[in-house]
Structure formats: C-alpha cells, structure tokens
C-alpha cells in the first residue's frame, strides 16, 4: 500500500489506519513530478490512501504545521490520470476529497468535510471542543481502521461509519456522514 499522509499535528490521528501494515508512507513534500512518477509506478492492484488536509483541487502540504495555510498541492489535477488506472483502489481522507474526485473522474472511499481543527468547526458551524475533537476523531479514525482491516468493501463504509458513530454530538453527527463511496 502507498500511504501519502504530508506531516501535520492536526491530521496525526490518521496514522492509525495504516500503522503496523507493510506501506509505504510518504510523509514529505514531492514536487508534481516525483509524485507523477511514484504513483505511475504503484501496481493497480494495491491501495493508494491520502490523508491530510486538503480542498477540492487536492491534498496539501505544509512545511511548518505551527502555522496557518499551507505551502502547496501535493496531490491534485496533475496526478488524476495515474489515479484514475486505480479504479476504486483509493481512500482519501481530507476536506472536500469527495469533490476532488467527482471533478477527477476518480472511485473509491473519499470523505467530505472533516472537521479535525477548531478553525475548521467554527467555519462549519460545529460545536465542539478541542478535547472532543481530539478524542472522537481519534475515535473516528480507529473505527475506519476497523472496518479497513475487515476487508469490509469500500461501498459499504459509508453506511457502517454513520452506524458506529455512538456520540451523535453535532461533531461526530458532522464527520460520519461525510465519508462517500464514488
């Protein structure tokens, strides 16, 4: 499995699914060719997972996660066309990863909105606090580990994520139901 996951305090919880599984991780900043050139490289048959922060033109990433914004797109319109000859292989998890892929022509597990910073839950109107973020999206982010390591296709873990969320806090109500099968 490739796991693109840039280096960022606030998306940390995300290791969780892919900690302990023979991947290759790749945590540092690649410029549009170096990561054109890995991801043409990665057989079709194996997993793609990009985690992190993102919008709907791709994956960020920033060199100092003490600071606001970020440096560049790691992942984005470029690198489309190696993902496409994935099929439905891929899992993304950061903001608006679902329009990214609906613009891209990609399939596979991708999630909307997730609320993972105050900032973010204040811009969405989400009450929540920081220790509820810190606790239920480490919750969040085992469950989907879960559901990964039960070979549960990737159709149906939208479903059983709106099932396992037993908060039902306006966070956790927010962050289930934001994970599409594409």
Same mark, same amino acid.
């Given at each position: ?5 840039? @280096?960022?305090? &606030? &998306?940390?919880?995300?290791s969780? !699914?892919?900690?302990?599984?023979? *991947?290759?991780?790749?945590a540092?900043?690649? #410029?549009? @060719? ?9 057989? &079709? ?5 990009? =985690? ?9 990433? +920033? ?20 993902l496409r ?5 891929i ?6 990863a679902d ?9 596979? =597990?991708? #999630? ?10 204040l $811009?969405?109107?989400?009450? &929540? ?5 810190? +606790?239920?999206?480490? @919750? !969040? *982010?085992?469950? $989907?580990r879960?559901?990964?390591?039960? +070979? ?9 994520? $709106? *099932?396992?969320?037993?908060v039902?806090?306006?966070?956790t ?5 934001n994970?599409?099968?594409?």
């Amino acid at each position: 499995m490739l796991v693109i996951h840039p @280096k960022d305090k &606030t &998306t940390a919880m995300l290791s969780s !699914l892919y900690d302990g599984l023979e *991947a290759q991780v790749v945590a540092d900043c690649r #410029s549009t @060719k170096e990561m054109g050139h890995l991801l043409h490289y990665v057989s &079709t048959q194996e997993r793609i997972m990009f =985690l992190g922060h993102g919008s709907d033109k791709g994956l960020f990433f +920033r060199k100092d996660d003490s600071k606001e914004g970020f440096d560049k797109i790691i992942v984005g319109h470029p690198h489309a066309y190696h993902l496409r000859r994935h099929g439905c292989n891929i899992v993304a998890v950061w903001c608006n990863a679902d329009q990214f892929a609906r613009a891209e022509g990609l399939h596979g =597990l991708f #999630s909307g909105m997730i609320v993972s910073e105050l900032s973010e839950a204040l $811009l969405c109107q989400v009450e &929540t606090t920081q220790e509820e973020l810190d +606790r239920e999206n480490v @919750k !969040l *982010a085992r469950r $989907l580990r879960t559901l990964l390591d039960e +070979r549960i296709p990737l159709s149906e873990i939208p479903k059983r994520m $709106l *099932a396992m969320d037993d908060v039902h806090s306006p966070l956790t109500t927010f962050n289930y139901k934001n994970f599409y099968y594409i």
